[in-house]
Antibody
Framework: EVQVLESGGGLVQPGGSLRLSCVVS????????MSWVRQAPGKGLEWVSF????????DYADSMKGRFTISRDNSKNTVYLQMNSLRAEDTAIYYC??????????????WGQGTLVTVSS | ETVMTQSPVTLSVSPGERATLSCRAS??????LAWYQQKPGQGPRLLIY???TRATGIPARFSGFGSGTEFTLTISSLQSEDFAVYYC?????????FGGGTKVEIK
């Protein structure tokens, strides 16, 4: 059974930093790209970032470039999202989502329950 | 960026009735279109990919159709567990984009 579990969310002040983690199980982690997708309170879904199965390819939505960094540790079945220079508009539930392919983001066949990030003073 | 527009925003349907949801892309996405279901407090669940292929474990009452810029998701006979928000997502053009969602509520 595929499981996706995010952690690391919380309350942070504007300009602050936070690192999210996502631990997965039930599939060969290195064979699958992973993405982070966020959802502001009461709003729709917004793709944030992607990393390929081997970690050699990654990309970000324009509003996150230069502030967010995605990485993965295939020995720990874990993907991370380092978020710096956080803004109020980054407040959202952050979901970790599994891609069925190794490279290039596609659709997402499994999602976690999400972790809430609140940026406020 | 490919803008995905879903309609209607809210759909009121009685249990057992048919529901048809629409998704329009601002440019062609071929058949690279997925549908998700999201219930309160949960992450999205993949229903359809490739515009018309049901994901593993998805009941046959869910069907997807379309290509290019016009897509539909049909739920043939709504069950109580189907009342939720539905999102479409294109994966043909960069960046990946989602529609704004359609909430299917009990009439």
């Amino acid at each position: 059974e595929v499981q996706v579990l995010e952690s690391g969310g919380g309350l942070v002040q504007p300009g602050g930093s936070l690192r999210l983690s996502c631990v997965v199980s039930g599939f060969t982690f290195s064979n699958c790209a992973m993405s982070w997708v966020r959802q502001a309170p009461g709003k729709g879904l917004e793709w944030v970032s992607f990393i390929s199965g081997g970690g050699g390819s990654r990309d970000y939505a324009d509003s996150m470039k230069g502030r967010f960094t995605i990485s993965r540790d295939n020995s720990k079945n874990t993907v991370y999202l380092q978020m710096n220079s956080l803004r109020a508009e980054d407040t959202a539930i952050y979901y970790c989502a599994k891609d069925p392919r190794e490279s290039n983001p596609y659709y997402f066949d499994y999602w976690g329950q999400g972790t809430l990030v609140t940026v406020s003073s | 960026e490919t803008v995905m527009t879903q309609s209607p925003v809210t759909l009121s349907v009685s249990p057992g009735e048919r529901a048809t949801l629409s998704c329009r892309a601002s440019q062609s996405v071929k058949n690279n279109l997925a549908w998700y279901q999201q219930k309160p407090g949960q992450g999205p669940r993949l229903l359809i990919y490739g515009a018309s292929t049901r994901a593993t474990g998805i009941p046959a009452r869910f069907s997807g159709f379309g290509s290019g810029t016009e897509f539909t998701l049909t739920i043939s006979s709504l069950q109580s567990e189907d009342f939720a928000v539905y999102y479409c997502q294109q994966y043909d053009n960069w960046p990946l984009t989602f529609g704004g969602g359609t909430k299917v509520e009990i009439k």
